[in-house]
């Protein structure tokens, strides 16, 4: 598996040096990887749950993306400031502690 995340937006923002930090699972311990997994399906319950109520997002406010590639699969989580939910939060903060650009 391989997760991708990437920021868009925000104040003074610099699309160009905007690149995408990007964590493939096989490069982690066992211990790790089987975080990654919980959090990513902590991620997508949560979504599930809130899809009724999105939010616009906010002036000059960051919007996040996270990509998960399965296989030649692909799906999408969204967020955007103000209101990041918290196991999205959790699985952004995990991505940026271990991935690279």
């Known amino acids: 598996m391989l997760i991708e995340l990437k920021v868009d937006g925000g104040?003074?923002?610099?699309p160009g040096l905007a690149k995408p930090i990007k964590l493939d699972s096989a490069s982690l311990a066992p211990e790790l990887a089987?975080?990654?997994?919980?959090?990513l399906d902590a991620a997508e319950a949560e979504a599930r749950?809130?899809?009724s109520g999105k939010s616009?997002?906010?002036?000059?406010?960051r919007r996040y993306r996270l990509?998960?590639?399965?296989?030649?699969q692909q799906r999408q989580l969204d967020a955007a400031d103000p209101s990041v939910p918290p196991a999205f939060a959790a699985l952004m903060e995990?991505?940026?502690a271990?991935?690279?650009r």
Not at 34 to 39: D, H, N
């Open 34 to 39: 089987a975080e990654l997994q919980r959090r």
């Open 11 to 14: 104040f003074g923002a610099f």
């Open 94 to 96: 995990f991505v940026k």
């Open 56 to 61: 616009a997002g906010v002036p000059d406010g």
């Open 98 to 100: 271990h991935g690279r």
């Open 49 to 51: 749950q809130r899809r």
């Open 67 to 72: 990509i998960i590639h399965v296989d030649s």
